[in-house]
């Protein structure tokens, strides 16, 4: 069987520093440390910083006073910051620097009175940080599809700002954007889509496995948005199967049984530690596995803690 590995795959930036921080605080404070939503999602990585003492809650009332309180990846509304200023926590912001980057520009769209789009998923913890940007009184407009763009009710010649969630689709975001410029001809934004370089890479590496095999296992869990789009990338641009599991366990081996090649790549939140098992699983089950490396970019992205 030909293995073809997507490079780049798995943690990007942005969750490696998330990580860091969460071990880090367990190092400096010691166990419990207390983490506000998942950090990533993805369920590996939670269990591994569970065992480790981290401790995951939704609100900050589930939380010990006494201990510090730690950010996900995904970011938080200005009201979340405000309640454990008003609480007295300690606090460790591991909102991802990308994230941040979206968050300034919503708030400079608020400063000058700029209507404002956010492409996204509604209920996803970012879009939810991205829209608490604002105050609660500023209509900001939703949409995750090209019909909810056209159906935004907006004069054409009003000032107009977009951001996008930074795990989206390339394609689908790249369609909705280009509609709402023809719509919209005075909008503004970042100069590049929000969607961000690891979504992109690992979105454009399982489009160029697809060059070589049909078949394409994406390692990642379920509620990661960017581990989803993988998969719906791969089905989209001619992938016969795409399977989108937590590990090699969750894998059907009867589907797998016969093929001759197959494609792996893994979400930005999974750790790479996926793909060795899912590597040596492989090994165990079947003779003759070639292994073929799909480099489309090089990644040396860190960011500062």
Request: net charge negative.
């Amino acid at each position: 069987m030909d293995i073809y590995l997507a490079e780049p795959r798995g943690f990007c930036a942005g969750v490696r520093r998330a990580i860091f921080m969460v071990e880090n605080a367990l190092a400096q404070y010691g166990a419990p440390v207390y983490v506000r939503h998942e950090i990533v999602h993805n369920k590996h990585v939670i269990a591994d910083l569970t065992a480790k003492g981290a401790v995951f809650i939704e609100e900050l009332d589930e939380a010990d006073s006494r201990r510090p309180v730690i950010f996900s990846a995904h970011g938080i509304s200005q009201k979340v910051a405000e309640e454990a200023v008003a609480r007295g926590l300690t606090t460790i912001d591991a909102t991802c620097p990308l994230v941040e980057k979206v968050h300034r520009e919503v708030r400079r769209f608020q400063d000058e009175n700029i209507e404002i789009i956010v492409i996204g998923k509604q209920n996803h913890p970012e879009i939810i940080g991205t829209v608490g940007q604002v105050s609660p009184e500023r209509k900001v407009h939703i949409i995750y599809t090209l019909e909810e763009a056209r159906r935004l009710d907006i004069p054409s010649e009003a000032r107009v700002g977009f951001v996008t969630q930074t795990t989206l689709s390339i394609d689908d975001t790249q369609e909705i954007i280009a509609y709402l410029k023809q719509r919209f001809p005075h909008i503004c934004g970042l100069p590049k889509a929000d969607i961000c370089y690891a979504t992109t890479n690992r979105q454009t590496a399982v489009k160029e496995l697809i060059k070589s095999t049909p078949n394409i296992v994406i390692l990642g869990s379920k509620n990661s948005s960017n581990s989803r789009h993988l998969k719906e990338t791969a089905l989209k641009n001619g992938a016969q199967r795409a399977w989108l599991v937590d590990d090699w366990r969750e894998l059907d081996w009867a589907e797998i049984d016969g093929l001759d090649s197959l494609g792996i790549s893994a979400g930005a939140s999974a750790p790479e530690y996926l793909v060795e098992e899912l590597l040596a699983e492989l090994a165990r089950r079947y003779d003759n596995i070639n292994k073929h490396r799909v480099i489309i970019a090089e990644e040396s992205v860190n960011f500062k803690l």
